[in-house]
């Protein structure tokens, strides 16, 4: 099997912090001499690191009085430049260059954006710099916010095109069951067609952290359905990076569907800045899911639009029972599309082209 040339990273705050929520200064070590490892056999990698607020915490005392968002934005603004200097000096050992770089939703608001953001990622890997990246804490919250982490490193997965996500926890993978239960198995394949993982995957979240494995499942998964493979593993473990890099049997692995368009990958991502809602009948959701043939949104199979769009904006598609199926670029304006709902032989509201299914 051909070896990964370009990955994401991501670390989450439990991999480099300790019980007491300070940082791990020897796990943040091994982390990056397995990342130096890769660069030395021409890896393009980048790192999507939790952990501003656990540098914070190491270098202030805040009253408990404090306001959980003036916490968070406190601690990540004096955390973040000692989180990013300790990357700084240990990657310079081995003679490499890090870059920071801070992000919030917004920043992907749209696709002249989203390509300018390409564009600098692009840049810095062709001069063999290494991107840290983060959450920008001090100015994210609520509707600015990422669900966490591993949903920022899924969008830069999908907009760099990476050959696979490594997503590092404190626990060996996805289990079926609670992994602290000794019944419980790894498992060590998932599909792109399988969605259920509440049935079996504990909705814990992690102490420092604000995701969990339900989190980082549908992550997983979202990536898998835009073509990419991602790795679910333990940080902690020496060698975990190489070892997912040398195609070992480690972690919990989300087999790729088929390779989506750049615009595809792009409109995966897009959801929360959708502008309306179509809806679609049982018979066309059932030719937009089972078909094997391309299948786009026609008006003959809309029953109802909500919202305000026009054409090139984000809209959402769901079914007749209000579940989301797919998103996709509007092909014009929601008052033409409201004029048309029901009628045959027109053209499609959404193309296939301009279409994500998320399920």
């Known amino acids: 099997m051909n070896k990964y040339q370009r990955i994401v990273i991501k670390i989450g705050t439990n991999v480099i912090t300790q019980d007491n929520g300070l940082l791990d200064l020897e796990s943040i070590e091994n982390l990056v001499k397995q990342i130096s490892q890769l660069k030395k056999n ?37 955390g973040q430049p000692k989180l990013i200097n300790t990357y700084s000096q240990l990657f310079s050992k081995d003679q490499y260059i890090c870059a920071q ?74 289990f079926d069951g609670n992994p602290k239960d000794k019944n419980a198995k790894l498992i060590p394949i998932i599909n792109s067609e399988q969605t259920n993982f509440s049935a079996y995957v504990s909705s814990e979240k992690s102490q420092f952290g604000r995701g969990g494995m339900i989190t ?56 929360g800045y959708e502008k309306g809602i179509i809806y679609i009948n049982h018979g066309a959701e059932k030719m937009l899911l089972s078909s094997d043939k391309a299948t786009s949104i026609l008006p003959i199979g809309i029953i109802k639009i909500d919202g305000s769009f026009e054409k090139g904006d984000i809209v959402k598609v769901s079914n007749e029972n ?38």
């Open 216 to 271: 980082k499942c549908g992550i997983g998964h979202k990536v898998s359905l835009t073509g990419i493979i991602t790795h679910i593993a333990n940080g902690k473990s020496k060698n975990i990076i190489l070892d997912i890099y040398d195609r070992k049997d480690v972690g919990t692995k989300f087999l790729p569907a088929k390779e989506k368009s750049n615009i595809k990958k792009w409109i995966a991502y897009s959801e």
């Open 322 to 359: 209000n579940e989301d199926i797919a998103l996709g670029i509007a092909q014009y304006s929601s008052e033409k599309a409201i004029d048309l709902i029901g009628k045959k032989a027109q053209k499609p509201i959404i193309h296939y082209d301009y279409l994500f299914l998320k399920v």
């Open 42 to 78: 021409n890896v393009e990698v980048i790192v999507v690191s939790s952990g501003a607020m656990g540098a914070g915490r190491s270098l202030i005392k805040l009253a408990d009085k404090s306001n959980d968002v003036v916490r968070r934005q406190i601690l990540a603004s004096i």
């Open 101 to 174: 770089i801070l992000a919030t939703k917004e920043d992907f608001r749209d696709r002249i954006h989203y390509l300018n953001m390409k564009n600098c990622f692009s840049a810095l890997l062709k001069d063999n710099i290494v991107p840290i990246v983060n959450e920008n804490d001090v100015v994210s919250v609520t509707e600015l916010m990422f669900t966490d982490n591993d949903e920022l490193a899924g969008l830069i997965a999908t907009m760099m095109n990476v050959d696979a996500l490594i997503i590092l926890t404190n626990v060996d993978g996805i």
